[in-house]
């Protein structure tokens, strides 16, 4: 929750690491999942298109450092990340 109050406050820049808090996206807690979904929301919210400038290092990094993702998952948190993106334009 800390991490998430510096993010979303300007505190503390966000790159690719995103990748890392979308891969709770996958996790088995719901409760998790729906703070993950919160974070996305919020940062959404904050405008700037944040996350529209983060997606192509977020799909690299999915991509190239999470091979052990199935297909399922990959396409579950690039899903995640889209709808941002399309509410955005």
Same mark, same amino acid.
């Given at each position: 929750?800390?991490?998430?109050? =510096?993010?979303? $406050?300007?505190?503390?820049?966000?790159?690719?690491?995103?990748?890392?808090?979308?891969? =709770? =996206? %996958?996790?088995?807690?719901?409760?998790?999942?729906?703070?993950?979904?919160?974070?996305?929301? %919020? =940062?959404?919210?904050?405008?700037?298109?944040?996350?529209? $400038?983060?997606?192509?290092?977020?799909?690299?990094?999915?991509?190239?450092?999470?091979?052990?993702?199935?297909? %399922?998952?990959?396409?579950?948190?690039?899903? $995640?990340?889209? $709808?941002?993106?399309?509410?955005?334009?």
């Amino acid at each position: 929750m800390v991490i998430t109050h =510096l993010i979303l $406050n300007d505190m503390l820049k966000l790159k690719g690491e995103i990748v890392d808090i979308c891969k =709770l =996206l %996958e996790d088995e807690s719901d409760r998790i999942k729906e703070q993950v979904k919160l974070f996305l929301h %919020e =940062l959404h919210s904050k405008g700037n298109h944040i996350i529209y $400038n983060l997606f192509p290092k977020a799909i690299s990094r999915l991509s190239k450092e999470f091979m052990d993702l199935s297909k %399922e998952e990959f396409e579950n948190i690039a899903r $995640n990340l889209i $709808n941002y993106i399309k509410t955005e334009g």
